[in-house]
């Protein structure tokens, strides 16, 4: 195993306009996206061979792209989707976590002037993983509140989904100091803002609340939203203050990586009986079950694998 590679030697990536095993992706120093963290991602998964949420997905990888002003990316919303399939189909992954970025490119000259750069794209396919361990999944997980506040809106916007997280990397070394693995963010005004790569929701008196702004807009949010209507659970998009967060009857965060997953103590308190509610377990079931609707899910198509091999 390559040391400098990790977990990254499984899957198949697609960068520079070529598939190429992910072990071996490269991108130059003189890359803004090193250099500067000019850059923008989406992450999607693939569930049992099918795309979950793939419209939603690319929706909100074009309005990154924009919102970055990457003009010059070589590969349109189509073209896009098509390598998509092409990782995880020559990756032969049935299940599987697909990351997908632009960079902002090395300028081509020693100045440095950003609109110089041709923005270059890469994608990598690994085997599915989650925030949680299967274990933290079934009993709930340990997070803490950080004292580190989450890099206000107004500086990076962070509806713009993007590596740029020294804030999440300064709160998870406290989590660390703490005995935790996961933190979660405030904003200045001791309001709940996110942690690194998930959204957290609050149940209290039978209400449902996430952080209306300063966070995200995750595509596993919006399902938690569109769920609870179907159960009838009032569910608010709202300043979530620190304090409705500690004294909530149940927790859970949201990701891509993980669906939904319960939080069973914050600040080593516990949330309710410290063991999963009954709303964070059904939306669990209900999340998986929505997989199976084709609504929600695109097949992946395998053959073309076999047709890029002959
Ligand atoms: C900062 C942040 N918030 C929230 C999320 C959850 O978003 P989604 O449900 O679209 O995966 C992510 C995902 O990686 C993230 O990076």
């Avoid at 690319?58 to 896009?80: G, P």
């Avoid at 933190?183 to 008196?205: P, Q, S, Y």
Wanted: charged residues 30%.
């Amino acid at each position: 195993m390559d040391k400098h590679n990790g977990y990254g030697n499984a899957g198949m990536g697609f960068i520079d306009g070529a598939y190429t095993p992910v072990s071996e992706m490269r991108i130059p120093v003189t890359d803004m996206g090193f250099q500067l963290g000019d850059m923008c991602y989406d992450a999607i998964h693939v569930h049992k061979g099918s795309f979950f949420r793939l419209k939603d997905h690319l929706d909100r990888w074009e309005n990154s792209i924009r919102e970055r002003r990457y003009t010059t990316l070589d590969f349109d919303r189509d073209q896009v989707a098509e390598i998509l399939n092409g990782c995880v189909a020559r990756g032969g992954l049935k299940d599987s976590m697909i990351t997908f970025v632009a960079t902002r490119g090395s300028p081509s000259t020693a100045h440095k002037d950003l609109r110089t750069c041709n923005n270059r794209f890469m994608v990598w396919a690994l085997p599915y993983y989650k925030v949680f361990s299967d274990e933290e999944e079934r009993t709930g997980s340990d997070i803490v509140i950080a004292d580190t506040i989450r890099i206000p809106p107004e500086s990076v916007d962070p509806r713009v989904k993007n590596f740029g997280r020294l804030d999440f990397v300064r709160a998870l070394f406290e989590a660390y100091d703490r005995d935790s693995k996961y933190a979660v963010l405030l904003d200045r005004e001791d309001n709940v803002t996110e942690g690194r790569g998930w959204n957290v929701f609050a149940l209290r008196g039978g209400v449902l609340m996430s952080p209306d702004s300063g966070v995200l807009e995750g595509i596993t949010r919006r399902t938690v939203v569109e769920l609870s209507e179907k159960l009838n659970i009032e569910c608010r998009l709202t300043k979530v203050p620190a304090t409705t967060l500690r004294d909530a009857d149940e927790v859970f965060i949201t990701s891509t990586a993980g669906g939904i997953m319960p939080v069973r103590s914050i600040d080593k308190k516990p949330v309710g009986d410290g063991a999963p509610g009954p709303v964070t377990t059904r939306l669990i079931d209900l999340y998986w079950k929505l997989h199976e609707d084709p609504a929600y899910s695109t097949p992946v198509r395998y053959d073309v694998a076999a047709a890029a091999a002959e």
